[in-house]
């Protein structure tokens, strides 16, 4: 059953109760929220997720809720929570539902070193999947919202997560995040791009949500095959260059973007050394992105 | 008491079939496990006992990724000796690890699943200068230089203010004692560097004599306060415990030895709550003679209260409602120990001011 089958009044009931179960991507989580914010930001924006049954195995237990006292009423805050643990400091309640989406990327990356987690947008086309690693500023989240509104396959807009026993990736496609002008350069660029709320004066400034393409979510089961990996970069004012990469420099690259390659040790070389072997690697700059759209399907 | 754990019984081996057929079960084992440190532990210990692939395929993912972070930090706890070994050569100073850095590199049995934040060790008190001014040449460096907090170390602590690596992040905690020299206890520390192996091959490297491992462990805990970690450093005792326990004379030497330190005290509480909450088969006979460093029936049933509660898994599920009182009361405690009642009294003001000054500062 799916999130947006839900009435809204149920959705709230569990939000409030016994927790909302969701599946996303290879994992389930169990969400507690009194919060409107968050779950008018569910509903904008997880409608094609399906709901855990009662018996499933939870993974991540996390909630959102506002700290008792007077901040209750003065300035209200929220604080997100994993089964019981605070990794943050409270946050203005408006930016419940990013921090949703924050805390949930924290839990992941500290707790599923079954994978090789790359910080990148990951995304698919006629099979080969495309891994997009990124730098703050590098505008990975804008190209990957780009081309997923033109029929690309979202696997994440945020972490590749490689298998360390096969080395297949395994999609976890969540609303993509998209940050200051971005916000308007993909409402612009299509007209299927659903945002969510707009958050003003966060930590990374202006931030909205993007709806996830339904068919991405939908075929979140199926892991995918690595076949590219390019380092994106805009760059004002500039034809797309793509230069290929050394597969050494690749690798040495890569493991800087990675969350866990220390954690996993040699295993985490082995698998990284694996993905690269499989990937044509490359640098890329660019500003149109249509422009970049031509030359990454010219790659395929 | 608080409500059972299923990690207690777990850490005592009365539950596996339970969590190979109700995944229920094994999620809130999970759950207990992850807040109380102890999951790579658990990963370790199912695979010992051939469990793991009967286990549900989320479960495994879970044990697989808490695996990989224990493996991490014994990796870096032996490249953080090899480093401290480069610093310290220069001054030929001797240092031995404590806890979770003595259980990998001494290769415990305590050291199964093992994770820790921090790396431990001891030098002798009269190098420790020279030992400081050596570490931060090598880049370990004070985050901390409140000058209270400067003073209340270096003057009433066994230990230095937590050193931390510039480059590497890594936090060092450097002890000159196992005791806070202003404690009510005392405990002779040339006894325990008499019993200190050196490991192999090493030259200034050192670990604690086997049965002064388990009487440091029992110091730590049942004196320390620090009681995030309690359950985890009670399953080291566990485990320790377990592992000497097979050779016939084990128990009269430890309880001999506890003697030599003074820590007749600590050992009690030790084998008294392994035995209580993890079933650790200490021998009756052995309860009894260690008795003698109860302090007393009616203290004995108050601490039972307090520790049964503190030392259980903090995760919701395992507290009732005096568990937050019973940690708070035994921090309390702890502070108690280290610190005659006047200075006591003044560094708890101390604190008190500043934690009032700073809120007042943040609104």
Known sequence: MKLSSLPR???????????????????????NSPLTVVAEGLEQLYGAFTLTSDTDFIDFRVALNAPPGLRRWFRPQVIFSFDGFIPFKPLPQIQAFAMFEWGLNWVIANNAHQYLIIHAAVIERNGVVCILPGTPGSGKSTLCAALVCKGWRLLSDEMALISTATGDIYPVPRPVSLKNQSIEIIQNYSSDAVMGEVVMDTAKGIVSHMRPPQMSVEQSAQQGAPGLIVFPKYTAGEEPCLVSLTRASALLKVAENSFNYSVLGLQGFDVLGDLISKCD????SYQSLDAAKETLEALI | MPPESILLQFLSGSVEIELIDDPATCELLLRQARSANLLSRVAVLCAEKNLTPRLPQRMQNHLQSAQAVAMANHRSVKW??????RALAIGKIPFCLLKGGAYVVGRSVAAKGRVFSDVDILVPKERLDETERLLIESGWMCTNFDPYDQRYYRSWMHELPPLQHLKRGTTLDVHHAIIPPTARIKSDIDKFWECAHKVAKRELLYVPGDQ?????????????????????DLSDLDLLLRDSSVSDDFWSGLLARAVVLNLQRPLFYALRYCHVLLQTPVPVQVLDVATQGSPGKWSVKWMDFLFCRALAP???????????????????????????????AQHL????????????ASV
């Not at chain 1, 690697?281 to 890329?284: G, L, N, S, T």
């Not at chain 2, 491992?213 to 985890?232: K, M, P, Q, T, W």
């Open chain 2, 314 to 344: 903090d995760h919701i599920s395992c507290n009732d409602r005096w568990t937050g009182l019973a940690r708070w009361i035994l921090f309390v405690r702890s502070h108690w120990l280290r610190m005659p009642p006047l200075q006591l």
């Open chain 2, 349 to 360: 003001a101390r604190k008190g001011y500043k934690r009032w000054k700073k809120r007042k």
């Open chain 1, 281 to 284: 690697c490359y640098e890329f």
């Open chain 2, 80 to 85: 953080e000796t090899k480093q401290l070994e």
């Open chain 2, 212 to 232: 002064d491992l388990i009487l440091h462990s029992a110091v730590h805990l049942f004196c320390d306060g620090e009681l995030e970690n309690g359950l985890r």
């Open chain 1, 9 to 31: 009044a149920e959705l709230r009931r569990r939000l409030r109760q016994e927790g909302l179960g969701l599946n996303i991507g290879p994992f389930t989580i169990r969400l």
